[in-house]
């Protein structure tokens, strides 16, 4: 391979975030290690200090798994690109696949796709069946998790494999020109809204059951906030997410007729209802500030940029040569890119993650003003005690990791 100004900066790049998220790693260690013999003020009466220091502790189980993650996926993105993995994977498809450069592009796009899960797999596992079963919340059975790996596969190659098709095959038209990546654009986003459209009603359902919210206590409380609020009445379901892991949670989803409110069935359990009635307002706040279109329309603006960049990163040799690929071609280019993107995108994720925390507060500013904000305070103390989160995170970790805002922040606004 040639060594070219590229390659130093690509290094340069992986050296900055691999620093940079190890450092945010050691101090909300040390944050968590400070704080662990005392309960955070204002959370002295609702949590023990025993359930305190087991959330402690499984933060840092969590942060040491991931430190090897870090480390481990830059070796593996090093040997990928500059170990000439990549390029070996290509040489060999091309020869058996001679004339069909989009159909062979598909299949090396999905090869390395499959093999990229398969070195994940182990730290999955790890983190399933070890270290959330050591600290008492896994609830997936071996079965299921096979199964969960099967139809992902499955899916993977249903959906996939036409988009990658259709991408690669929007590439390969010479008379289309150099604007080959607007069409590709128009494709990927019309991609998305079906997604979107189509996950909770169609795809979701394969792995997980769900069931109207049926309390009948519960009923005139919520039909009556969403008389208040303006929301389609039957989008609330319940789900077994004790079928994997007892964290709880709750989430909104879908777009046009297809839009839902999710709650786990592990999040209900030990609520009251106007504890639920809050957590509800919360979700619907999302709703009434449109946040998922909002969401939406920036992932849309980035992936126009993004893919602006690619095509014109495609007409540069330098781009192939220095990240160790001998012959440039479409299929190469965008798995190159989709390898290439997050390292330089990792300096844009706090950005993000402070967008998605003001969406937080928003929601939260709803359900203060449509419930009783005392609720909803109660409501995230349980949520956060059941799911062990730090109530002590690090400042900067927080600002840089956290898409939701801390424990105490979420309270002090509400109060
Ligand atoms: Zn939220």
Not at 310 to 335: C, D, E, M, R
């Amino acid at each position: 391979m040639e060594f070219n100004l590229f390659t130093f900066v690509f290094l340069l790049a992986i050296l900055t975030s691999v620093l940079a998220l190890l450092w945010l790693n050691f101090r909300q260690d040390k944050a968590i290690n400070n704080s662990f013999n005392a309960v955070p003020e204002g959370f002295i009466e609702s949590i023990k200090l025993e359930d305190h220091q087991k959330a402690g502790n499984y933060t840092k189980a969590k942060l040491l798994l991931n430190h090897f993650e870090i480390i481990f996926s830059t070796i593996v993105l090093l040997i990928w690109t500059l170990g000439g993995v990549m390029d070996s994977i290509d040489s060999y498809w091309s020869q058996i696949i001679l004339d069909d450069d989009v159909l062979m592009g598909t299949i090396f796009v999905l090869s390395i796709m499959l093999i990229a899960s398969l070195i994940d797999l182990p730290f999955s596992i790890y983190r399933t069946f070890v270290l959330e079963q050591k600290f008492g919340f896994n609830r997936i059975t071996i079965k299921t998790f096979v199964g969960d790996l099967l139809k992902e596969i499955l899916l993977t190659l249903i959906l996939m494999l036409p988009l990658i098709y259709a991408i690669l095959f929007l590439m390969n038209i010479k008379s289309i020109g150099s604007y080959w990546w607007i069409y590709v654009w128009v494709i990927i986003s019309l991609f998305s809204i079906i997604m979107m459209w189509v996950y909770p009603s169609y795809i979701a359902p394969i792995f997980n059951k769900f069931n109207p919210l049926d309390n009948e206590s519960l009923k005139s409380r919520i039909t009556n906030l969403l008389n208040r609020t303006g929301f389609g009445s039957d989008g609330i379901y319940v789900m077994d997410g004790s079928k994997r892991s007892s964290h709880g949670n709750a989430y909104f989803t879908g777009i046009g007729k297809n839009k839902r409110i999710v709650f786990f069935d592990t999040l209900l359990k030990g609520m009251e209802d106007k504890e639920i009635e809050a957590i509800l307002a919360h979700e619907l706040g999302h709703f009434h500030h449109r946040h998922t279109q909002k969401r939406m329309l920036s992932s849309f603006i980035l992936s126009f940029i993004s893919l602006a960049i690619l095509g014109y990163l495609i007409t540069q040799p330098w781009f192939f040569n220095g990240l160790g690929v001998t012959k440039s071609s479409p299929h190469a280019a965008l798995i190159l890119f989709s390898l290439v993107l997050p390292v330089f995108s990792f300096f844009i994720t706090p950005f993000s993650n402070l967008a998605s925390r003001k969406h937080e507060f928003q929601a939260d500013a709803f359900a203060a003003s449509h419930t009783d904000a005392n609720d909803l305070i109660s409501s995230l103390i349980k949520l956060y005690k059941e799911n062990s989160s730090s109530l002590s995170p690090d400042k900067y970790y927080s600002a840089f990791h956290d898409s939701h805002p801390s424990a105490v922040l979420r309270i002090e606004r509400l109060q």
